[in-house]
């Protein structure tokens, strides 16, 4: 199973990053290819992610969060990828970390993943910062 981690240092605290990264309706403000999302649950805890550029290709994702511990976990329920994020303090902001795996079946897409979650990492440390300001 191919895996790959990225991280990026965001001057914003914790609970900003936060804000954005366990609410699936911001994700389009920072995840790249995100076009649009729509809930599925009350809790959040699944919604479905449309892919920028293709408005009727639903794709359902599952949520899990952990405030305490800082994690979001989010797995996509068609292509299996599971995207684990990890948030810390660090001096002057929040150090955002993600690990992502990938299933053999969908090994094609190594790179790109790679690409899009380098670009995306970075866009949710730089929002979560401008909102801090």
């Known amino acids: 199973?191919?895996?790959?981690?990225?991280?990026?240092?965001?001057?914003?605290?914790?609970?900003?990053?936060?804000?954005?990264?366990?609410?699936?309706?911001r994700f389009?403000?920072?995840?790249?290819?995100?076009?649009?999302?729509?809930?599925?649950?009350?809790?959040?805890?699944?919604?479905?992610?449309?892919?920028d550029g293709y408005p009727d290709f639903p794709m359902p994702q599952q949520l899990r969060s952990d405030r305490g511990s800082g994690n979001v976990t989010i797995s996509c329920l068609v292509s299996d990828l599971l995207f684990e994020w990890r948030l810390s303090a660090v001096d002057g902001g929040t150090a955002i970390e993600v690990d992502v795996d990938i299933p053999d079946s969908e090994a094609h897409r190594l790179d790109t993943?790679?690409?899009?979650?380098?670009?995306?990492?970075?866009?949710?440390?730089?929002?979560?910062?401008?909102?801090?300001?």
Not at 11 to 25: I, M, N
Not at 28 to 51: I, L, N
């Open 1 to 25: 199973m191919p895996k790959f981690a990225e991280s990026a240092h965001s001057a914003a605290p914790p609970e900003e990053v936060w804000k954005l990264l366990y609410d699936p309706a």
């Open 113 to 133: 993943q790679r690409q899009v979650i380098r670009r995306s990492v970075r866009a949710l440390a730089d929002l979560a910062a401008r909102e801090a300001r």
């Open 28 to 51: 389009p403000q920072w995840w790249a290819g995100v076009g649009s999302v729509e809930p599925s649950t009350e809790d959040g805890s699944t919604y479905t992610m449309y892919p």
